[in-house]
């Protein structure tokens, strides 16, 4: 809801009480979420409206706070800007609120002081509005603080001390228009909140006046400990062009002002705080609450006790959160027209019941009411779940009687159809068998289908048994009445059967002793049977040992040529070390040949020219042959030890391969030897195992002909016995009254 003009909110009547607009109520109410409230006051024509009207970017006449521009004051009461403003881009509605000016004739000191009160109370921010500068006059105007502790309470009986006020006061920014001071100290530039700070420290003197400004300027500290100041120069010179102010566009007033209004502006907004009570944060209809608690207080002559109002506050919450609750259950939990499952209408219920404690607990003031208000939901939302339980039982038999005899309109009408009872007693009792396996199979059938198309609906179990009880006594009277018809008629036929059942028992007997003796006989065959395999398998087994023995007989045969060749192969090594030996002893000769050689040429060097020249010439030669024969012998050393290498390697290999061969042999023996055991082990097993299981098999069949047989024996025995006791009653009832035939059912 919106409106595009101010609101009256609290207003004064003749007889000067005070009255909440309903207009207004009924608009604060749909404010959802937390609200801030920005109040302004101050005496009457000192431009409270036009200061708000410039908060809220409003410059067309029909849209902003009523201002005047005569010396009668223009606001009466409290108004609101019917428009929530979002200053802060945050989820935070911010609603402006003007008060009626203090200090004009038509209003006494103590409305002063309520109005005065009464914004303290509502806001989250105080502006407090004067002009000129802050002296000892600007104190006196604002000495109704003093009697705020009259008119303002915290507790029930409390005295209203100013620390404790200062708890649900809210901040406190003093607003000076029209400076034309310096902010100087001793020639130092100040701030205005220092300018404010100094305003209000105690003045020396100990006349009333001083005393009782002093206590003013006490109690502001006080009551406002968050606190700030801002100056403001005249927005115009012209005095013609400031009396129609509003109607001035806003780039005519000075430069100065403007920037101080937009200080403001970023001041306000940045400091702003939701509106709180007991550190609950408050919504529009809290505040409507809050504001009727106070008023209604001052219209009966009493002060405003905070925490009384705040319970109410918290009551009206709680009242209110029920009312959602129950709203919301009802909402989603309709009566139904249909009948319903148990866990369908339970499921609903549940659904219900989430949604309604949801909406109790999303509000955060009457959190601390829950545990209170809780049960009282919980006992109206109980009641409601049982007048559903009832409502929907009376729906499920409906349901349930139609669905009842729906299922059972086919079975009635072939109950008993078809039914020849001329026919012979042997096919009649045919015939009964079949109907009543028929019927049988029919009922589940129809307990079942009943079962699966009602299931999770109330009284299933009770209607299902209430049905089946006047159905099935109809057909147990129908089907006694058939038995005693054909009751004598079998009498002849069972004692026929229970001869013929005995002698049959005889012969199973027989049967079964004989089916005995040749089990035991084998029984016998068998364990001679296993034994001889026993007996067989420790030959085979001696055997497979025999030749394992002559395969590791060959193996140490094959281990000894290898020895051998070892030996050999070693030898021929032997000799060709002695070979290379020699050779390298030959070359150690050779080499010391070239030596003396070369001794003897030294000696010879002072020989002749020609001498020498021979000699050279021989002992190249010399040296020549010598060279060659040392490369033939290095020659022959590395072919002797190549030769080594190779035969080593090839001698290696050899044994490898025959290691080899020798350990693949046998372990080929070992797996045909395991495989042949275990192969003829299951084998055995398997012919005895499958042997023995057609043998019980066998006797199991005899044993159980032979339990039917004598089974059926005893029961003939036992209608016998009773056959022949009801003749006898028969027989002496008979002798006193007649003749009467007895119903019996079986």
Request: some cysteine; overall charge negative; hydrophobic content about 40%.
């Amino acid at each position: 809801m919106s409106l595009s003009e101010p609101l009256p909110f609290i207003t004064l009547t003749d007889d000067d009480c005070f009255s909440i607009s309903p207009e207004a109520a009924e608009y604060l109410k749909t404010v959802e979420g937390e609200v801030s409230i920005v109040a302004i006051a101050g005496l009457y024509r000192t431009g409270k409206s036009y200061l708000l009207n410039q908060l809220l970017g409003r410059t067309t006449e029909h849209t902003m706070f009523g201002v005047g521009g005569t010396v009668n004051a223009m606001t009466k009461g409290i108004w609101i800007w019917g428009q929530p403003v979002d200053g802060t881009g945050g989820n935070k509605t911010i609603i402006f609120m003007d008060t009626e000016g203090l200090g004009s004739a038509q209003r006494s000191q103590t409305q002063d002081t309520r109005i005065f009160a009464l914004a303290l109370l509502l806001s989250s921010f105080f502006i407090y509005n004067s002009r000129g500068v802050i002296d000892a006059n600007a104190i006196e105007d604002l000495s109704l603080v003093v009697n705020l502790t009259k008119y303002i309470q915290v507790s029930a009986g409390g005295n209203g001390s100013g620390g404790n006020l200062a708890e649900f006061f809210p901040a406190f920014l003093w607003v000076v228009r029209d400076f034309t001071l310096q902010l100087e100290e001793e020639g130092k530039a100040i701030s205005s909140r220092d300018y404010l700070e100094k305003a209000l420290k105690p003045q020396p003197g100990t006349s009333d006046d001083t005393q009782h400004k002093n206590q003013v300027r006490q109690l502001l500290s006080n009551f406002f400990p968050q606190r700030d100041c801002i100056t403001m120069v005249r927005p115009l010179n012209d005095e013609a062009l400031l009396r129609e102010l509003p109607k001035q566009p806003f780039e005519s007033l000075r430069p100065e002002f403007r920037t101080q209004l937009e200080s403001l502006k970023q001041r306000v907004f940045t400091t702003l705080q939701p509106k709180k009570l007991m550190s609950k944060p408050l919504n529009g209809t809290m505040l409507v609450t809050l504001a009727e608690n106070y008023v209604e207080a001052f219209n009966s002559g009493a002060a405003p006790v905070i925490s009384s109002a705040w319970d109410r506050v918290v009551q009206a919450q709680s009242e209110e959160l029920l009312d959602a609750s129950k709203d919301a259950f009802t909402s989603a939990f309709a009566p139904n027209t249909t009948a319903l499952k148990d866990d369908d209408l339970l499921k609903a219920y549940q659904a219900a019941e989430a949604k309604a404690i949801e909406t109790l607990k999303a509000s955060a003031v009457a959190a601390d009411t829950v545990p209170l208000t809780l049960p009282q939901l919980q006992d109206w939302m109980q009641e409601k779940l049982r007048a559903a339980w009832e409502h929907n039982d009376k729906l499920a038999k409906k349901h349930l009687i139609g669905v009842l005899q729906e299922l059972y309109a086919p079975i009635a009408a072939q109950a008993w159809q078809n039914l020849d009872k001329d026919a012979p007693v042997d096919q009649v009792l045919t015939a009964l068998r079949s109907k009543l396996a028929g019927f049988d199979h029919l009922l589940k059938k129809f307990v079942d289908d009943y079962l699966a198309a009602t299931e999770g609906y109330p009284l299933q179990s009770y209607m299902l048994a209430s049905f089946l009880a006047e159905k099935i006594m109809d057909g147990v009277v129908n089907w006694g009445t058939l038995v005693t018809v054909l009751f004598r008629q079998q009498d002849g036929i069972l004692q026929k059967n229970i001869s013929t059942a005995r002698q049959k028992v005889k012969a199973l007997e027989g049967k079964a002793k004989a089916a005995q003796e040749m089990l035991q006989q084998q029984k016998e065959t068998y364990e001679r049977a296993l034994q001889g395999i026993s007996d067989r398998m420790q030959e085979e087994k001696l055997t497979l040992r025999a030749e394992m023995d002559h395969k590791d007989g060959e193996i140490k045969r094959t281990m000894m040529q290898i020895d051998r060749i070892s030996t050999l192969h070693a030898e021929a090594l032997d000799r060709l070390a002695e070979e290379l030996k020699s050779a390298k002893e030959e070359l150690k000769e050779v080499e010391a040949q070239v030596d003396a050689a070369r001794r003897e040429q030294d000696s010879l060097a002072q020989d002749t020219a020609k001498q020498r020249l021979e000699n050279e010439r021989k002992k190249n030669e010399k040296e020549k042959d010598l060279l060659e024969a040392h490369h033939k012998l290095r020659e022959k050393v590395v072919d002797l030890e190549r030769q080594l290498g190779e035969q080593q390697a090839e001698h290696m290999t050899a044994i490898f391969k025959m290691e080899q061969t020798c350990q693949e042999k046998v372990r080929v023996v070992e797996a045909e030897c395991e495989d042949q055991a275990a192969e003829l082990k299951g084998q055995t097993i398997s012919d005895i195992r499958e042997l023995k299981t057609k043998q019980e098999s066998e006797l199991r069949a005899l044993q159980v002909d032979l339990n039917d047989r004598q089974a059926i024996l005893s029961a003939m025995q036992e209608r016998l016995e009773l056959q022949r006791r009801q003749n006898m009653q028969n027989a002496a009832g008979g002798k006193k009254g007649g003749n009467k035939e007895d119903c019996v059912v079986s």
